[in-house]
């Protein structure tokens, strides 16, 4: 199979070799590096802080190790696309939150910036985002009004933390933190969203809040 592109822009160094990476066009997954590791140049993973150093380079737009190790992009998102039809992937909790989609980052920077813009780049024109509390809002012209109603009514976030970030395909899964301040009262509450990804857009954002912040029962 060939690709009109193969474009990293997150990775991840696991322990026995194993290469997480995320492409441009939202497909993700790890790659077994073992049958490399112990030969030639590939000798220096043996050292657990060199195969930790993995970056995209933002010129070639693959993973590479100093300028001494870069891989081919289209065969590791082959490797990707055969690991994910023999093992369909599951949740997880496995990602750092360094590595969060630039997506998904950027929709909650947005809000936390009160920048409009930047909030609707991040979605698709036929998005469809439902809050926590009921109300829905279908396509980027319906969001765009809410988010300046939303404004205009005094509200500014103050924080938005992203506490854990989960994968599934096309599915993401974050837990966060989240906090206003509105002329009338100011919150601060738990919640998770589900964000599912086409063409590196939110197409579907869907959000829960905790009615109470964690506490051990019977104390």
């Not at 369909?88 to 409009?116: A, F, R, T």
Request: glycine share 6%; hydrophobic share 35%; proline share 4%.
């Amino acid at each position: 199979m060939t690709f009109k592109r193969a474009r990293i822009v997150a990775c991840e160094a696991k322990p026995d070799y194993i290469l997480w990476i995320r492409f441009d066009d939202g497909i993700e997954g790890e790659v077994n590096l073992s049958d490399l590791a112990h030969q030639g140049v590939f000798k220096a993973w043996e050292s657990e802080d060199f195969w930790k150093s993995v970056k995209v380079d933002p010129e070639s737009e693959t993973v590479c190790w100093g300028e001494e190790i870069d891989l081919d992009p289209y065969v590791l998102k082959q490797e990707v696309l055969d690991s994910q039809k023999r093992n369909p992937p599951l949740i997880k909790k496995e990602h750092s939150i360094e590595s969060i989609n630039p997506i998904v980052q950027h929709y909650v920077d947005g809000w936390k910036k009160g920048n409009e813009s930047e909030i609707l780049d991040t979605l698709a024109e036929d998005c469809l985002i439902i809050e926590s509390h009921g109300p829905t809002y279908r396509g980027k012209k319906i969001v765009q009004k809410w988010i300046e109603d939303w404004h205009k009514q005094g509200n500014v976030v103050k924080k938005w933390k992203i506490t854990s970030y989960h994968t599934c395909g096309d599915l993401i899964v974050f837990e966060w933190i989240f906090a206003y301040n509105g002329k009338k009262n100011n919150e601060t509450f738990e919640g998770v969203s589900l964000a599912k990804i086409k063409h590196n857009k939110i197409y579907e954002l869907r959000e829960y809040r905790a009615t109470q912040f964690p506490f051990m029962w019977g104390m």
